[in-house]
Nanobody, 125 residues
Framework: QVQLVESGGGLVQAGDSLRLSCAAS????????MGWIRQAPGKERECVCS????????FYADPVKGRFTISRDNAKNTVYLQLNSLKPEDTAVYYC??????????????????WGQGTLVTVSS
């Protein structure tokens, strides 16, 4: 059974950067599509970005395009999210999710196979 553990969240100021990591254990995720989903206080979950199992196919939601970068290192069983030029509206709990059969998208969020526990990113103005 795959387990995901996120790390790297914290409190930063607007304009700063953070790097989130999602480490998988229990089994390899090299054949899993993976992604990052965030939920801000009082708001619905939002699929931020995703990456295919080879790493060649990526998706970014419009609010983060040009600022966030998703990557994966299958040898380390880890997915990363580089967050640059952070804004207060990026404040949220960021969850890592994975699935062996479907891409991580807004439409598939409801039935993805594996989720992490989340890491909090707080951006002050």
């Amino acid at each position: 059974q795959v387990q995901l553990v996120e790390s790297g969240g914290g409190l930063v100021q607007a304009g700063d950067s953070l790097r989130l990591s999602c480490a998988a254990s229990g089994s390899t995720v090299s054949n899993y599509a993976m992604g990052w989903i965030r939920q801000a206080p009082g708001k619905e979950r939002e699929c931020v970005c995703s990456i295919g199992w080879t790493g060649s196919r990526t998706f970014y939601a419009d609010p983060v395009k040009g600022r966030f970068t998703i990557s994966r290192d299958n040898a380390k069983n880890t997915v990363y999210l580089q967050l640059n030029s952070l804004k207060p509206e990026d404040t949220a709990v960021y969850y890592c999710a994975a699935d062996p059969d479907v891409d991580v998208t807004a439409d598939t969020m409801g039935y993805l196979d594996v989720w992490g526990q989340g890491t909090l990113v707080t951006v002050s103005s």
